[in-house]
């Protein structure tokens, strides 16, 4: 593999096609690519019973264990594999289970606020930010909470109007401004087309990469190179 890995940052609104985006551009280098959704990093809430955890605020940035995430990626990028959590959206809380990842050629973090933490945008090559309208947004909410998550439509909305459209506009839209690209309405072909060549190069070995000696360090410690 190429070391060290090219990292990948997908951040956006809820149901803004964050997921899709993620999957369609590594679809042809599947084998050499480590997905991380940000959802896996939502804190344990283990002590809370479920009618507590289903207050929560999961669109506020306190929300996630940026430590944690910080340390797996720290660790895949100095090529050492991590226990990374999964998360179980039907019961708000961390699955017991965890799934080993391994270092690859291409890591790809994908969340709400995949822009939002400083020492994590120092560690990622390439930033996207996709972009959908709003209305287009919470109308795949709710349908995928309803079939998916295990929600009714009076929460999904009740939800949508307490933490999720005003933590949007409070810390994930001004994220955008860390994105190298920002991708308008999700799977768009030609963004999506151009991003999978990029990540094909990379896993071919045949990207230009401005890394210089000793950059590893400066990526793990979080001081990045001047025009990256
Ligand atoms: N460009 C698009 N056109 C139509 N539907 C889309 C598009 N991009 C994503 N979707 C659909 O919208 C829903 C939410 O997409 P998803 O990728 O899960 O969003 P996110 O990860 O940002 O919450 C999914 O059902 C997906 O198939
Ligand atoms: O227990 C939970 C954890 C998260 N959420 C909501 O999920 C979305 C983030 O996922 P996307 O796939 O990007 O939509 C976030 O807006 C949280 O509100 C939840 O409902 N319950």
Same mark, same amino acid.
């Given at each position: 593999m190429t070391y060290p890995s090219f990292v990948v940052g997908i951040a956006g609104g809820t149901g803004a096609g964050k997921t899709t985006v993620a999957r369609l551009i590594t679809e042809n280098v599947e084998d050499s690519v480590t997905r991380i959704p $940000?959802? &896996? /990093? /939502?804190? !344990?809430?283990?002590? $809370? !019973?479920l009618e507590e955890r289903e207050e929560v &605020? /999961? !669109?506020?940035? !306190?929300?996630?264990?940026w430590g944690l995430l910080r340390e797996h990626l720290e660790l895949l990028l100095s090529g050492q594999p991590v226990e990374m959590p999964q998360y179980d959206f039907e019961i708000h809380n961390r699955a017991d289970e965890t799934v080993t990842v391994e270092p690859t050629d291409v890591i790809v973090v994908e969340g709400? $606020?995949? $822009? /939002?933490?400083d020492a994590i945008n120092d560690m990622l090559d390439l930033r996207l930010y996709v972009e959908t309208d709003a209305d287009v947004r919470i109308l795949r909410r709710i349908e995928r909470d309803v079939v998916q998550?295990?929600?009714d439509l009076e929460g999904v909305i009740g939800q949508y109007l307490s933490t999720v459209k005003p933590m949007h506009e409070q810390f994930i839209e001004p994220? =955008? =401004?860390?994105?190298d690209l920002i991708i308008p309405e999700g799977a768009n072909s030609m963004a999506v087309n151009l991003l999978q060549e990029r990540l094909q190069n990379e896993v071919d070995g045949d990207a230009t990469r401005t890394w210089e000696r000793g950059a590893l360090e400066k990526h793990v410690t979080g001081s990045r190179i001047d025009g990256e």
């Open positions: $940000l959802d &896996n /990093y /939502y804190r !344990d809430l283990s002590h $809370l !019973d &605020n /999961y !669109d506020h940035p !306190d929300a996630f264990e709400i $606020l995949g $822009l /939002y933490d998550r295990g929600r994220t =955008k =401004k860390h994105a």
